[in-house]
């Protein structure tokens, strides 16, 4: 199973958002590999050699990042997405995803709710660290059925995500202070 984290990393709030997501994957999930762009070897040298000091990267090796992304969502078993900030690169990967049919989980830590474009092309939406453990557990158990070809129990565990996860009420803004009355 590999997972592609779609996520914004520009101030350190959301370096820390990915940084604890990324931790999670690491000690939860250690067999699933995860492809977090802020990490890719060419993402690296753009940041390092040019972007933190303030200088324009090369043509080729910003052509070079966006390979590494689109490559590895095409391979990717899932993509999970930070929706907080709504990056426009974040958008423009989960439209890949999905017209690639890979997957989508979307996580919120801002209680973010969907429009219909995002409603109508994900997978699963969560809000907050609990849910978002919760959707993982069932996506690894989903992808590991998939894997026995055990379609039956796939179908199963598929039909729980979509359940608990992409429900028309979740998906509106503010669902967590509706959901408190």
């Known amino acids: 199973m590999k997972i592609y984290l779609a996520a914004p990393f520009f101030n350190p709030v959301q370096v820390a958002l990915v940084e604890k997501i990324e931790d999670l994957l690491a000690t939860v999930y250690p067999g699933v590999e995860v492809f977090s762009p802020r990490k890719g070897k060419n993402a690296l040298e753009m940041n390092g050699k040019y972007l933190s000091k303030g200088l324009v990267p090369p043509e080729p090796l910003k052509t070079a990042v966006f390979r590494d992304n689109y490559v590895n969502i095409e391979d990717a078993s899932m993509v999970l997405a930070v929706i907080d900030d709504r990056d426009v690169g974040v958008l423009f990967e989960l439209g890949f995803a999905y017209a690639k049919d890979v997957p989508i989980l979307t996580y919120t830590d801002q209680s973010y709710g969907m429009n219909l ?49 992409k429900n028309p009420r979740q998906l509106r803004e503010g669902w967590e202070k509706e959901n408190e009355r």
């Open 117 to 165: 474009m995002l409603a109508m092309s994900i997978t699963a939406h969560t809000k907050g660290h609990a849910q978002l453990q919760e959707a993982l557990q069932l996506f690894v158990r989903y992808f590991s059925q998939l894997g026995r070809a055990d379609v039956d129990e796939a179908d199963h565990t598929m039909a729980q995500i979509l359940t608990r996860f």
